[in-house]
């Protein structure tokens, strides 16, 4: 069987999402073990002008979601970006996964070419499916992905490439 748009998307943002799961399981033990209250950690962010630690696991779900959704053919679930604790970040990365192991992989079918436009406020972006995936969607995912790893990580959190990469013994 061909390589297709779903194992190019669906995929890398599953396994990076139960990754990020990963992530918050050790920073929330490690704010317990040390009785750091756990919204020094969820409002953590490495500098003034950045996204907090709760709002890149939003945005790195909405990405996820999103993703899924447009190259499906779905409509894209929304979410209150209420969560104010580790479990109830936990619990929309679950909603999430779920969400998107539970798109049927036949309506990706030539999604690699569907027109996927974007409108913000200030601008539009227009893609193919496979540039969406490669040059919007899965750079987004990983950047805030990684920057809720390295917030943690800021905030002494022992977390080591491993953690990230999804390589843990």
Known sequence: MAFSIYDASVSPLVFMLENLSHVLKVG??????????????????????????VKQVQVATDMSKGCGARLAGAEIPKYEDNETSFAELQARIAKTVAFLKGLDTGAFAGAEDKAVTLKFPNAEFKFDGKGYVNNFALPNVYFHITMAYAILRFKGVPLGKPDFMGRRG
């Open 28 to 53: 929330a033990a490690h704010a317990s073990e040390n009785n750091v209250p756990a919204k020094d950690y969820l409002d953590a962010r490495l500098a003034p002008d950045m996204y907090p630690l």
